[in-house]
């Protein structure tokens, strides 16, 4: 992340809803992200949570309501965010050439490229595997490439979709730990799971969602404390299904 860049945040959902082949999938959404604190984005499967996700990144456009960048950057909001998705796609070339070509095409000289693939596999813990074909890394290694592959960009914010789902404990670890890293780098995670556990390890704040709505927001601690919803409650006690 550039410091000297205008920021992008907050970002407002003001009565967003999206529907498909005539049922609606998230309903009356509204709240705002602002920079700062991981947000976790929680709830059992079929909850909306990555829909949610892609209408924030723009992927989608609402069927209802407004995603508003609203920083004195919004303008440039498109190259100031990424995201990364549950199953990630991994070009036919090596895992340092998969970064190198995210870069070219945002125009970054290639001095400065080199440099950030560089160290953006070397935050990743993936410089031994620089030149290795990136469809024949692991699982985990092909997350954490992806994850690097987007921090290279110098985003402000940055999605995750599930970003472990059916990583063994291990990689997990090494995809947590990388979070972090793009976390003190000063950019904004905003990241969904249904893992209770991560959510407890990485959400600074939560918005729990259920049937496409948002049920609860609060910060990480009260959440798990003292949770407001009999559906978070329910959630947290293994007994809340679709």
Same mark, same amino acid.
């Given at each position: 992340?550039?410091?000297?860049?205008?920021?992008?945040?907050?970002?407002? !959902?003001?009565?967003?809803?999206? *529907?498909?082949?005539?049922?609606?999938?998230?309903?009356?959404?509204?709240? *705002? !992200?602002?920079?700062?604190?991981?947000?976790?984005?929680?709830? &059992?499967?079929?909850?909306?949570?990555?829909?949610?996700? #892609?209408?924030?990144?723009?992927?989608?456009?609402?069927?209802?309501?407004?995603?508003?960048?609203?920083?004195?950057?919004?303008?440039?909001?498109?190259?100031?965010?990424?995201?990364?998705?549950? %199953?990630?796609?991994? !070009?036919?070339?090596?895992?340092?050439?998969?970064?190198?070509?995210?870069?070219?095409? %945002?125009?970054?000289?290639?001095?400065?490229?080199?440099?950030?693939?560089?160290?953006?596999?070397?935050?990743?813990?993936?410089s031994p595997l620089a030149n290795r074909p990136a469809r024949v890394l692991?699982?985990? =290694?092909?997350?954490?490439?992806?994850?690097? #592959?987007?921090?290279?960009?110098? &985003?402000?914010?940055?999605?995750?979709?599930?970003?472990?789902?059916?990583?063994?404990?291990?990689?997990? %670890?090494?995809? *947590? =730990?990388?979070?972090?890293?793009?976390?003190?780098?000063?950019?904004?995670?905003?990241?969904?799971t249904h893992d209770l556990g991560q959510a407890r390890r990485l959400g600074? *704040?939560?918005?729990?969602?259920?049937?496409?709505?948002?049920?609860? %927001?609060?910060?990480?601690?009260?959440?798990?404390?003292?949770?407001?919803? &009999?559906e978070a409650a329910a959630f947290m006690a293994g007994s809340l299904l679709?």
């Open positions: 992340m550039n410091a000297n860049d205008p920021a992008i945040l907050p970002l407002a !959902l003001r009565g967003v809803s999206y *529907e498909a082949q005539g049922a609606r999938l998230i309903d009356d959404l509204s709240f *705002e !992200l602002t920079a700062g604190p991981r947000t976790v984005l929680l709830g &059992p499967n079929g909850a909306g949570k990555s829909l949610t996700l #892609r209408l924030c990144h723009g992927l989608i456009a609402p069927s209802a309501g407004t995603v508003t960048w609203q920083g004195p950057g919004a303008g440039q909001a498109m190259r100031r965010q990424a995201m990364v998705f549950q %199953r990630p796609v991994m !070009l036919r070339r090596s895992a340092a050439a998969n970064l190198s070509y995210a870069l070219s095409l %945002r125009d970054v000289p290639m001095s400065e490229r080199r440099a950030r693939v560089a160290q953006a596999l070397d935050v990743a813990g993936l692991s699982g985990g =290694e092909q997350q954490r490439l992806a994850i690097a #592959r987007a921090w290279a960009l110098r &985003p402000q914010v940055l999605f995750l979709d599930e970003p472990t789902a059916n990583l063994d404990p291990a990689s997990t %670890r090494a995809v *947590e =730990e990388l979070i972090g890293e793009v976390v003190r780098s000063g950019a904004k995670i905003v990241m969904t600074d *704040e939560i918005l729990f969602m259920h049937r496409g709505r948002l049920i609860e %927001r609060a910060s990480g601690q009260r959440f798990f404390t003292a949770p407001q919803s &009999p679709w």
